[in-house]
């Protein structure tokens, strides 16, 4: 990116244009207009201005360029065509140079002001180019996919508790029983509501009321009348209550027998192994996708753990503001405003911010890492990568691949799917090259991580470059 000379032709924009390096991670592009170009501009000003001013004798917008002139001055129209016309030059030269940008330029007019040629310098931050030494050893910690004995027992143990009947007992209340009261919770001799109740089904040992009530309880037989003192479930009354309790019928919990007769009633199965065996397939299915997409998050989190430049604030900011919109987005989808969020998941909006920072930090680190990996390893986009993209998002907006390639090209994008195309390539290489291992340490190999492929679902890919611009040529349509 050394002083470079172009034409802005193939845009549809007659103009010179230069780009050079800056300190600071900035480039400037030095572009020049044809007068003849800018005259078009001016004349495009004009009827703009005319649409805006009032002149005895003239039809809103229908003053002539000549009339303006007189009566506002001649240079009134160059002013404006720089004002309007200033930004689509500028992004003629940055598509034409294939500068990535990632902020506003600073734009200073150097010729031009009064007539002939325009030419300006536009200073902007571009996108750094960082080294992450030790990518190719990088190692994380999954749980491995394959369910263990305790986990297809405790899968089988929720079952068997949904199939659970309760029966009466003839002996003192134990943890887990569940007894039937009537209760009566009173604050200086006044009930209070929600702490009375008739036939009242409790399991003991779960706290919902006061951990006095099962302490009480605890022992008891059925008959039983029983009067303590507890504390109150708001700590603010910082008062004592009194309960009175009167134990009418203790039950156990009683759970079928893990058999086959079982087995037959509670799910599609004829015997135990075979309800097993499936338990064991699902488990390891559900698992294993878990495991894919932990491997995914966790080798970015590695990635960018080996990021140690400076991070330059306006990409921080960008990724910021779009996963802000993005959850926004979805909030509103649900029907919730984000203070309703903030409220249920109890973050305060400092706490919000801090951690919409923190994630948007940690998404840039692993955008820069990935493109410094696909350069170290000469990963590339290919012709082929980039039309098999291109047919992709043909098909998902019912369009040609030429209309989705020129549209690409319009807005300059092309050079944006090609760095997504290349990022995605250089994280899939990390996924093979990464080292597996387990809570324990030992290795995990890579097939534990294979779901059947008549099974298998495909891995969500974030949004890239290619998704934005083929979402703008759906709202256009």
């Known amino acids: 990116m050394s002083g470079t000379l172009a034409s802005a032709d193939t845009v549809g924009v007659r103009m010179k244009s230069t780009v050079a390096p800056l300190e600071g991670n900035k480039v400037k592009l030095s572009v020049e207009v044809e007068a003849a170009e800018f005259e078009e501009a001016i004349t495009v000003a004009f009827r703009k201005i005319a649409k805006e001013v009032r002149l005895p004798g003239f039809r809103p917008g229908k003053a002539p360029r000549k009339v303006l002139e007189a009566r506002l001055g001649p240079l009134v129209g160059r002013e404006q065509a720089m004002q309007d016309s200033l930004p689509e030059y500028y992004s003629a030269a940055v598509i034409e140079h294939d500068v990535d940008v990632i902020a506003p330029p600073e734009i200073d007019v150097t010729g031009g002001h009064e007539g002939g040629n325009v030419a300006f310098d536009a200073v902007v931050e571009v996108r750094p180019s960082i080294e992450v030494p030790g990518y190719g050893g990088l190692s994380v910690t999954l749980e491995r996919p394959a369910p263990d004995d305790d986990a297809i027992n405790a899968q089988l143990g929720r079952m068997r508790e949904s199939n659970s009947t309760l029966e009466s007992v003839d002996r003192p209340v134990q943890n887990g029983d569940t007894v039937t009261i009537d209760i009566a919770g009173t604050l200086d001799g006044e009930a209070q509501s929600g702490l009375t109740a008739d036939d ?4 003991v040992g779960s706290g919902a ?3 006095e009530v099962d302490e009480n309880l605890l022992g008891a037989t059925a008959g039983a009348a029983l009067a303590f003192a ?5 700590p603010d009354e910082g008062r004592e209550l009194l ?37 064991i397939d699902r488990m390891t299915r559900v698992r294993t996708a878990q495991a894919q997409m932990a491997l995914r998050e966790k080798t970015g989190e590695a ?10 604030e306006a990409m921080v900011n960008h990724e910021m503001q779009e996963r802000f919109q993005d959850l926004a987005m979805r909030l ?12 249920m998941t109890g973050t305060d909006p400092e706490q919000f911010s801090q951690e919409l920072r923190d994630t948007a930090t940690s998404g840039v680190k692993v955008d820069l890492a990935l493109r410094a990996v696909a350069v170290a390893e000469g990963i590339d986009c290919t012709d082929e990568d980039l039309l098999t993209e291109l047919e992709e998002v043909a098909e998902r907006v019912g369009q040609s691949v030429d209309e989705v390639r020129e549209r690409f090209e319009s807005v300059g994008q092309i ?22 291992l387990d809570p324990e340490g030992v290795k995990i190999e890579r097939s534990e991580l294979e779901i059947p492929p008549e099974e298998a679902d495909t891995n969500e890919i974030p949004p890239t470059a290619t998704d934005e611009v083929a979402d703008e040529t759906d709202d256009q349509d």
């Open 243 to 279: 309960f009175e309790l009167a134990l009418k019928d203790v039950r156990e919990k009683v759970l079928p027998d893990l058999d086959d007769a079982w087995a037959a009633t509670a799910s599609e199965f004829e015997t135990l192994d075979e309800l097993r065996a499936s338990l």
């Open 230 to 234: 507890a504390t109150h479930p708001d």
């Open 415 to 436: 050079s944006a799917v090609r760095s997504d195309i290349k990022k995605r390539k250089a994280l899939e290489w990390l996924l093979e090259k990464v080292e597996l």
């Open 209 to 211: 009321i006061s951990p």
């Open 332 to 343: 509103q989808a649900q029907g919730m405003q984000l203070d309703q969020y903030l409220q």
């Open 200 to 203: 009242y089904s409790y399991t």
């Open 303 to 312: 990635l960018a753990a080996l990021v140690t430049d400076d991070l330059p």
